[in-house]
């Protein structure tokens, strides 16, 4: 075979690389072209000796979608019909596409009976079928099982057990139906060749295409991914890992099962042990173990060879193999007939790696993804590639979200090991990152740690989440501070409440370097700006203007403040997390006629915020500029000074009181703190936390970017149609908002309040209407001005009426909670503009 020219490559056959090409077939393409290095039918990846568990639901929105469309990709795929001459992958012949036999998450101890309770409710948040069973139901689902021995489980009847092989095989296959896409083995590609910024052709190893034209190429090379990727400064920032699969002897208690006599190789449902890290699946009459109870396996990329399978370590598996012989006894006196280590890819943050590479038009990424989410990821990347954005919010999952620091290979290195280690544990929902910790530090980092300050991760930067200084202030608003306990009160302080009084009372000082600067500059700087943002931004020199950036379809890409700091001179505040994919996003659209200029400040500037009903006197003592109301209003921005230092001043609050943000350069940023800290001492000031800030902003009914407001959602649903334009002119989603406006709501965010002692929320907790779940907590947060508990989420219109009465389940426990109006605090704007 010979083929010279293409629209589009897939690198890679595996199960993405297959799901990529079934769904860009469905979507219409044609001229498609995939290549894999080995052989299509016994990939050279993950996906031939992957044990094949679908595990349909997670803590995580994002992978839980992915997870949940594949399960029903999988089921309804006409089977495959292997040539049995030929077996695939390490585990034999008659081996049926995909099982639907469900999926067991097994707990020994009380901390992951907690987990699977949390998880449970994330199953009715998510709208997914599952059930918490006692010792005696869990093994009379898995008769194997020693119920002495467990403390319960959960069970997802929509988990299964999918052979990666066949299955990609059959995706292959009706990918191929009327000649759509081609499928071509035993062609590694070497090079990928970009001319003017856009791709251009692959070369290869075959000599009989050793290069071929294209339009596009998609890399779906997983653990392989980082070299080609490295070739074209691409960052692929995942590890390929070790993990242990081994195979018992045959079983007494499944005789029955005989693979000689029995077409039906598992009936019983996978079995995860989170307490030991391994899980279990039937095999016929025997049984395979996958063990990740073992010191972390890294290998690089450039050191894998040809195949994603390594020898077995047998000492690996003896912790594992000991424990697994006491839950499930039929185990005890057999032996590991066979095993190996097979290599997994893991991304530094567990997502996968998807999207189009900024600088290299036509280089597209679906990497870092595993069998149970690949269904799902090829879903999604052919959706992006064909309409420009996808159906689920992939925010998570962008080719730029990492910033530099998680490109270094000491990163790499430390987070993979980590992430390996902590593979099953989704952890607290207000923990840190557990490891590397101090990869970026504030500033402001010198007079934080003089206040004995408790820090959290953003971004790899340390910020302030409370100060053990303040302790000062629990008894001032003691009695106005309810106490927690449990999981509830992990990651938690008191003095976070007493910080948010403070602030509403009397002036705190903030440390935002938590905030990005996107800088547009030049002639054509204003209809850039108008182009890119919902609100009218048109406004004259130093107006401050709240907006958003929105998708094609209408979602909300990000809010922001945007500030004017001259005619052809914009401003943009941005969230340091989403940094790069959103400096990205901004480069991609800007005109190609160098009308504007786009600069990242971001890294040259730090930044504090001072709010609270003393903050204008305060701020008066540390500058000579007027900032009384009639000089400096609400919502303007002005250059001032503080002590010696020249710095940007917003008059904006997202603390919802009297104040300003102030954005200086880092080399003067230490002497701006210290000339406000000294100019609020007569008013004893304190340095609060990111934990305030969250209470204050969700009173204030500001909405979290990621929480409350992203693609998924539009901004008539999310209470911020106010900041769409439609007569403005043309900007990114208006066609889309014109016509969403003429419809009526299905759904909104809402806010409810409750004052019942059991209330308690982080975020995707149920909220049920007469025993229904009608939605899931958006954000949630203690009012410790309002003596309230306060939850947001998105109701259908029937429940999103004031004086609607709901339950939210927290834990298993159901607590009431009452739609109400909002803001919950300062409605009339009184403080803000004071």
């Given at each position: 075979?010979?083929?010279?020219?293409?629209?589009?490559?897939?690198?890679?056959?595996?199960?993405?690389?297959?799901?990529?090409?079934?769904?860009?077939?469905?979507?219409?393409?044609?001229?498609?072209?995939?290549?894999?290095?080995?052989?299509?039918?016994?990939?050279?990846?993950?996906?031939?000796?992957?044990?094949?568990?679908?595990?349909?639901?997670?803590?995580?929105?994002?992978?839980?979608?992915?997870?949940?469309?594949?399960?029903?990709?999988?089921?309804?795929?006409?089977?495959?019909?292997?040539?049995?001459?030929?077996?695939?992958?390490?585990?034999?012949?008659?081996?049926?596409?995909?099982?639907?036999?469900?999926?067991?998450?097994?707990?020994?101890?009380?901390?992951?009976?907690?987990?699977?309770?949390?998880?449970?409710?994330?199953?009715?948040?998510?709208?997914?079928?599952?059930?918490?069973?006692?010792?005696?139901?869990?093994?009379?689902?898995?008769?194997?099982?020693?119920?002495?021995?467990?403390?319960?489980?959960?069970?997802?009847?929509?988990?299964?057990?999918?052979?990666?092989?066949?299955?990609?095989?059959?995706?292959?296959?009706?990918?191929?139906?009327?000649?759509?896409?081609?499928?071509?083995?035993?062609?590694?590609?070497?090079?990928?060749?970009?001319?003017?910024?856009?791709?251009?052709?692959?070369?290869?190893?075959?000599?009989?295409?050793?290069?071929?034209?294209?339009?596009?190429?998609?890399?779906?090379?997983?653990?392989?991914?980082?070299?080609?990727?490295?070739?074209?400064?691409?960052?692929?920032?995942?590890?390929?890992?070790?993990?242990?699969?081994?195979?018992?002897?045959?079983?007494?208690?499944?005789?029955?099962?005989?693979?000689?006599?029995?077409?039906?190789?598992?009936?019983?449902?996978?079995?995860?042990?989170?307490d030991i890290v391994t899980y279990f699946r039937q095999h016929w009459?025997?049984?395979?173990?996958?063990n990740y109870w073992h010191k972390p396996l890294l290998v690089s990329?450039?050191?894998?060879?040809?195949?994603?399978?390594?020898?077995?370590?047998?000492?690996?598996?003896?912790?594992?193999?000991?424990?697994?012989?006491?839950?499930?006894?039929?185990?005890?006196?057999?032996?590991?007939?066979?095993?190996?280590?097979?290599?997994?890819?893991?991304?530094?943050?567990?997502?996968?790696?998807?999207?189009?590479?900024?600088?290299?038009?036509?280089?597209?990424?679906?990497?870092?993804?595993?069998?149970?989410?690949?269904?799902?990821?090829?879903?999604?990347?052919?959706?992006?590639?064909?309409?420009?954005?996808?159906?689920?919010?992939?925010?998570?999952?962008?080719?730029?979200?990492?910033?530099?620091?998680?490109?270094?290979?000491?990163?790499?290195?430390?987070?993979?090991?980590?992430?390996?280690?902590?593979?099953?544990?989704?952890?607290?929902?207000?923990?840190?990152?557990?490891?590397?910790?101090?990869?970026?530090?504030?500033?402001?980092?010198?007079?934080?740690?003089?206040?004995?300050?408790?820090?959290?991760?953003?971004?790899?930067?340390?910020?302030?989440?409370?100060?053990?200084?303040?302790?000062?202030?629990?008894?001032?608003?003691?009695?106005?501070?309810?106490?927690?306990?449990?999981?509830?009160?992990?990651?938690?302080?008191?003095?976070?409440?007493?910080?948010?009084?403070?602030?509403?009372?009397?002036?705190?000082?903030?440390?935002?370097?938590?905030?990005?600067?996107?800088?547009?500059?030049?002639?054509?700087?204003?209809?850039?700006?108008?182009?890119?943002?919902?609100?009218?931004?048109?406004?004259?020199?130093?107006?401050?203007?709240?907006?958003?950036?929105?998708?094609?379809?209408?979602?909300?890409?990000?809010?922001?403040?945007?500030?004017?700091?001259?005619?052809?001179?914009?401003?943009?505040?941005?969230?340091?997390?989403?940094?790069?994919?959103?400096?990205?996003?901004?480069?991609?659209?800007?005109?190609?006629?160098?009308?504007?200029?786009?600069?990242?400040?971001?890294?040259?500037?730090?930044?504090?915020?001072?709010?609270?009903?003393?903050?204008?006197?305060?701020?008066?003592?540390?500058?000579?500029?007027?900032?009384?109301?009639?000089?400096?209003?609400?919502?303007?921005?002005?250059?001032?000074?503080?002590?010696?230092?020249?710095?940007?001043?917003?008059?904006?609050?997202?603390?919802?009181?009297?104040?300003?943000?102030?954005?200086?350069?880092?080399?003067?940023?230490?002497?701006?703190?210290?000339?406000?800290?000294?100019?609020?001492?007569?008013?004893?000031?304190?340095?609060?936390?990111?934990?305030?800030?969250?209470?204050?902003?969700?009173?204030?009914?500001?909405?979290?970017?990621?929480?409350?407001?992203?693609?998924?959602?539009?901004?008539?649903?999310?209470?911020?149609?106010?900041?769409?334009?439609?007569?403005?002119?043309?900007?990114?989603?208006?066609?889309?908002?014109?016509?969403?406006?003429?419809?009526?709501?299905?759904?909104?965010?809402?806010?409810?309040?409750?004052?019942?002692?059991?209330?308690?929320?982080?975020?995707?907790?149920?909220?049920?209407?007469?025993?229904?779940?009608?939605?899931?907590?958006?954000?949630?947060?203690?009012?410790?001005?309002?003596?309230?508990?306060?939850?947001?989420?998105?109701?259908?219109?029937?429940?999103?009426?004031?004086?609607?009465?709901?339950?939210?389940?927290?834990?298993?426990?159901?607590?009431?909670?009452?739609?109400?109006?909002?803001?919950?605090?300062?409605?009339?704007?009184?403080?803000?503009?004071?």
């Amino acid at each position: 075979m010979t083929i010279n020219k293409v629209r589009l490559i897939i690198v890679g056959a595996g199960i993405v690389g297959a799901s990529a090409a079934y769904h860009l077939a469905q979507l219409g393409w044609r001229d498609v072209l995939v290549l894999d290095k080995g052989d299509l039918a016994n990939n050279d990846g993950s996906t031939s000796h992957a044990p094949g568990g679908v595990v349909a639901l997670s803590h995580s929105k994002l992978m839980t979608q992915l997870a949940q469309y594949g399960t029903k990709l999988y089921a309804g795929l006409e089977p495959y019909t292997p040539d049995l001459a030929r077996p695939m992958g390490p585990y034999g012949p008659n081996r049926n596409t995909y099982h639907a036999v469900g999926g067991l998450d097994v707990a020994l101890g009380a901390e992951k009976w907690l987990e699977l309770t949390r998880l449970e409710g994330k199953g009715k948040a998510f709208g997914v079928e599952a059930y918490l069973l006692s010792p005696q139901e869990t093994q009379a689902k898995l008769p194997l099982i020693n119920e002495k021995a467990i403390r319960g489980s959960i069970f997802v009847p929509s988990s299964g057990l999918a052979s990666g092989a066949y299955l990609a095989s059959a995706l292959m296959r009706d990918a191929g139906r009327n000649g759509a896409v081609q499928f071509v083995g035993d062609t590694a590609v070497t090079e990928i060749e970009v001319q003017d910024g856009r791709v251009v052709a692959v070369q290869t190893e075959n000599p009989a295409m050793p290069r071929i034209a294209c339009e596009a190429v998609l890399l779906c090379t997983n653990v392989w991914g980082p070299i080609l990727g490295d070739k074209l400064g691409v960052a692929v920032p995942l590890m390929p890992c070790e993990h242990q699969y081994a195979f018992t002897e045959p079983l007494a208690e499944l005789a029955q099962f005989d693979p000689n006599k029995r077409a039906d190789e598992v009936i019983y449902p996978t079995a995860r042990i989170q307490d030991i890290v391994t899980y279990f699946r039937q095999h016929w009459n025997s049984y395979g173990i996958g063990n990740y109870w073992h010191k972390p396996l890294l290998v690089s990329p450039y050191q894998l060879g040809k195949t994603a399978m390594k020898p077995f370590t047998p000492e690996d598996l003896t912790q594992s193999w000991e424990r697994a012989q006491e839950i499930f006894p039929a185990f005890q006196g057999k032996q590991i007939t066979r095993a190996f280590n097979g290599i997994f890819a893991f991304p530094v943050d567990g997502y996968p790696i998807m999207g189009e590479a900024h600088r290299i038009k036509g280089l597209w990424t679906a990497l870092g993804s595993w069998l149970t989410h690949a269904g799902g990821v090829g879903k999604s990347i052919a959706e992006w590639m064909t309409h420009g954005e996808t159906e689920w919010d992939m925010r998570q999952a962008h080719l730029h979200r990492f910033h530099d620091f998680q490109n270094t290979p000491s990163y790499l290195l430390d987070v993979s090991g980590k992430n390996y280690r902590e593979v099953w544990d989704p952890g607290h929902p207000r923990q840190p990152l557990t490891e590397p910790r101090n990869v970026r530090v504030s500033a402001f980092a010198p007079c934080l740690d003089a206040l004995q300050t408790v820090y959290t991760t953003f971004a790899g930067l340390e910020l302030p989440n409370w100060s053990e200084a303040n302790a000062r202030l629990l008894e001032k608003y003691d009695d106005r501070i309810p106490a927690r306990s449990g999981f509830a009160a992990e990651y938690w302080s008191r003095i976070q409440g007493a910080e948010h009084l403070e602030t509403r009372e009397n002036v705190a000082l903030f440390d935002l370097t938590g905030l990005s600067i996107i800088e547009v500059k030049g002639k054509g700087a204003v209809a850039f700006i108008n182009y890119l943002c919902s609100n009218q931004m048109d406004k004259p020199v130093g107006s401050i203007v709240y907006t958003c950036w929105l998708t094609p379809k209408g979602g909300i890409r990000r809010d922001l403040a945007v500030a004017r700091l001259a005619d052809d001179q914009f401003w943009m505040f941005v969230g340091e997390g989403t940094r790069p994919q959103d400096l990205v996003w901004v480069q991609d659209l800007a005109p190609a006629d160098g009308s504007v200029i786009i600069t990242d400040l971001s890294d040259h500037y730090s930044a504090l915020g001072l709010w609270g009903p003393n903050a204008r006197q305060v701020l008066a003592r540390a500058t000579h500029t007027d900032v009384s109301n009639a000089a400096f209003p609400y919502f303007s921005c002005q250059w001032i000074d503080i002590g010696y230092a020249r710095v940007l001043a917003l008059r904006v609050s997202y603390v919802g009181e009297l104040g300003w943000e102030f954005h200086m350069p880092n080399d003067v940023a230490l002497p701006v703190w210290d000339t406000l800290w000294a100019a609020g001492q007569d008013f004893e000031i304190a340095a609060a936390g990111m934990g305030a800030f969250d209470s204050l902003r969700l009173e204030k009914g500001y909405r979290l970017w990621g929480g409350d407001i992203y693609t998924e959602y539009n901004p008539y649903q999310a209470g911020m149609g106010w900041t769409v334009r439609l007569n403005k002119g043309d900007f990114v989603g208006r066609d889309a908002c014109r016509a969403l406006k003429a419809q009526p709501l299905k759904k909104k965010l809402v806010c409810l309040v409750s004052t019942d002692p059991k209330a308690m929320a982080f975020g995707y907790e149920p909220i049920f209407s007469n025993g229904e779940a009608v939605g899931h907590v958006t954000s949630a947060n203690y009012g410790y001005s309002i003596g309230q508990f306060m939850v947001y989420g998105y109701l259908p219109i029937d429940y999103a009426m004031p004086g609607t009465v709901l339950e939210v389940e927290y834990l298993g426990d159901r607590w009431s909670a009452t739609v109400s109006e909002e803001p919950l605090w300062d409605a009339k704007m009184v403080r803000l503009k004071a």
